[in-house]
């Protein structure tokens, strides 16, 4: 069958209405990422397509598993083109290895999983894409697309809504063991709205990439790394997280690349919650050119972490700090611009926390508090060539160091204040050349 315009009747069509079926499409060996061919879908213009060839086509089904499985079973892989339509599934879609899954259109081809426990299962398998679907309320626990122990897989251009699961903690996309030797996951440019977790991870590779999703509103973590006392790599690039109800990025991370992703809060939220909350040993990762904004909300905070690097983020107007360390070591803040809003909090909290350098940065307490601008309750920090800005009065000072805090060295910056510079509650810290 060479017509991919044909459709065909389901038996399980409601009546009255004509619902178009998958249509399987042979693959010629492979599915090169590169921009797609179809002369008579309009995604030509979209570069981060595969490329699909159209050598010869399998004929239409009327089920969207008995398609893969044939495609499997005659061409050893190929791709199904989900023509629009609404199709609720009480069953999993199971794909195999080099399986290429395709709506015709991301917004009206829905895979509809009707509020129950099925998904999308991709396990022990390479090379497969699930691309431009609509995929909508999978209630398990285990995501509405749910990988494990695969490699080269791609999932992008998909449009996800209502995956919260039962308890609220169901995700999207949920990679499971995804092991150090698993290369190549790409989730990119999918939207979704409402859901629980956007993406869950419990291990990962160094090159998978998450880049370009839009998360609003979700329910839990919009990314979530699991802790297994290992830590996720891998690159987080470009995603814009709406009005999350937790924080945006949240687990622990290990080599990770957090890099100019948006988190705007909006509203009420959780007390502590952060944009990007990194737990439990988190280390060796780089937090660049991220964008927070927030009525309410914080910026980063680092529990127990070592070895990150925090720079030139613009976190604005939050109402926790803006960066917050906690028994975290060896850790670079350079180069950002941050502000607070809070009369109760300073824009950095650094407790029990040694060898930072903070460098170059703009911090401005907008509604001085007690704390200060930069509160050290920690020692063998260096502060150096900051602009330090504390506007409020009372007992605010640009840079408040606490009790039992000892040699710190706040060397050359930029100090403005009403009311004092630097309150020294420790010992052996060095304030020098602040202008």
């Given at each position: 069958?060479?017509?991919l315009?044909?459709?065909?009747?389901?038996?399980?069509?409601?009546?009255?209405?004509?619902?178009p079926?998958a249509?399987?499409?042979?693959?010629?060996?492979?599915?090169?990422?590169?921009?797609?061919?179809?002369?008579?879908?309009?995604?030509?213009?979209?570069?981060?397509?595969?490329?699909?060839?159209?050598?010869?086509?399998?004929?239409?089904?009327?089920?969207?598993?008995?398609?893969?499985?044939?495609?499997?079973?005659?061409?050893?892989?190929g791709?199904?083109?989900?023509?629009?339509?609404?199709?609720?599934?009480?069953?999993?879609?199971?794909?195999?290895?080099?399986?290429?899954?395709?709506?015709?259109?991301?917004?009206?081809?829905?895979?509809?999983?009707?509020?129950?426990?099925?998904?999308?299962?991709?396990g022990?398998?390479?090379n497969?894409?699930?691309?431009?679907?609509?995929?909508?309320?999978?209630?398990?626990?285990?995501?509405?697309?749910?990988?494990?122990?695969s490699?080269n897989?791609?999932?992008?251009?998909n449009?996800?809504?209502?995956?919260?699961?039962?308890?609220?903690?169901?995700?999207?996309?949920?990679?499971?063991?995804?092991?150090?030797?698993?290369?190549?996951?790409?989730?990119?440019?999918?939207?979704?709205?409402?859901?629980?977790?956007?993406l869950?991870?419990?291990?990962?590779a160094?090159?998978?990439?998450?880049?370009?999703?839009?998360?609003?509103?979700?329910?839990?973590e919009?990314?979530?790394?699991?802790?297994?006392?290992?830590?996720?790599?891998?690159?987080?690039?470009?995603?814009?997280?709406?009005?999350?109800?937790?924080?945006?990025?949240?687990?622990?991370?290990?080599?990770?690349?957090l890099?100019?992703?948006?988190?705007?809060?909006?509203?009420?939220?959780?007390?502590?919650?952060?944009?990007?909350?990194?737990?439990?040993?988190?280390?060796?990762?780089i937090?660049?050119?991220?964008?927070?904004?927030?009525?309410?909300?914080?910026?980063?905070?680092?529990?127990?972490?070592?070895?990150?690097?925090?720079?030139?983020?613009?976190?604005?107007?939050?109402?926790?700090p803006?960066?917050?360390?906690?028994?975290?070591?060896f850790t670079?803040?350079?180069?950002?611009?941050?502000?607070?809003?809070?009369?109760?909090?300073?824009v950095?909290y650094?407790?029990?926390?040694?060898?930072?350098?903070?460098?170059g940065?703009?911090?401005?307490?907008?509604?001085?508090?007690?704390?200060?601008?930069?509160?050290?309750?920690?020692?063998?920090?260096?502060?150096?060539?900051?602009?330090?800005?504390?506007?409020?009065?009372g007992?605010?000072?640009?840079?408040?160091?606490?009790?039992?805090s000892?040699?710190?060295?706040?060397?050359?910056?930029?100090?403005?204040?009403?009311?004092?510079?630097?309150?020294d509650?420790?010992?052996?810290?060095?304030?020098?050349?602040?202008a």
């Amino acid at each position: 069958m060479d017509n991919l315009n044909e459709f065909m009747q389901p038996t399980n069509a409601p009546s009255g209405k004509t619902i178009p079926v998958a249509m399987p499409v042979g693959i010629q060996n492979q599915l090169p990422i590169g921009k797609v061919n179809y002369s008579n879908l309009d995604i030509n213009t979209k570069p981060y397509r595969a490329v699909v060839s159209l050598a010869r086509t399998a004929g239409a089904f009327q089920d969207i598993q008995e398609a893969i499985n044939h495609v499997n079973k005659n061409f050893a892989g190929g791709g199904i083109l989900i023509r629009k339509g609404r199709y609720v599934l009480s069953k999993n879609i199971t794909l195999y290895n080099n399986i290429f899954l395709l709506g015709e259109d991301s917004l009206n081809s829905i895979i509809d999983f009707g509020q129950g426990t099925n998904q999308v299962e991709i396990g022990t398998v390479s090379n497969v894409s699930v691309e431009n679907l609509t995929i909508q309320d999978a209630w398990g626990t285990t995501g509405a697309i749910y990988v494990a122990n695969s490699s080269n897989i791609r999932i992008r251009n998909n449009s996800f809504s209502g995956n919260t699961g039962t308890s609220g903690s169901g995700a999207d996309v949920f990679l499971d063991q995804v092991v150090s030797e698993s290369e190549a996951i790409d989730v990119s440019y999918n939207k979704t709205q409402g859901c629980g977790n956007f993406l869950r991870i419990t291990l990962g590779a160094r090159s998978n990439s998450y880049s370009f999703n839009i998360v609003d509103l979700p329910l839990a973590e919009a990314f979530e790394a699991v802790d297994f006392g290992v830590g996720v790599p891998g690159n987080f690039l470009g995603n814009t997280v709406f009005s999350p109800i937790k924080a945006a990025f949240s687990g622990l991370f290990n080599s990770a690349r957090l890099v100019d992703n948006t988190v705007a809060f909006s509203g009420t939220y959780a007390t502590n919650n952060y944009a990007f909350d990194l737990t439990s040993t988190s280390r060796s990762n780089i937090i660049i050119g991220n964008r927070v904004s927030a009525a309410t909300g914080g910026g980063i905070r680092i529990t127990s972490g070592s070895y990150n690097d925090i720079g030139n983020n613009v976190f604005d107007s939050l109402d926790l700090p803006p960066v917050q360390l906690q028994n975290s070591f060896f850790t670079q803040i350079n180069g950002n611009y941050l502000s607070n809003t809070s009369g109760t909090n300073p824009v950095i909290y650094m407790g029990t926390s040694s060898n930072t350098v903070i460098t170059g940065n703009t911090l401005i307490n907008k509604q001085a508090g007690a704390d200060g601008a930069l509160l050290l309750a920690s020692s063998s920090n260096v502060i150096t060539g900051n602009y330090i800005k504390d506007g409020g009065s009372g007992t605010a000072y640009c840079v408040r160091i606490g009790t039992n805090s000892n040699n710190n060295a706040i060397v050359g910056n930029r100090l403005e204040f009403t009311t004092g510079s630097v309150l020294d509650g420790g010992s052996a810290n060095v304030s020098a050349s602040n202008a």
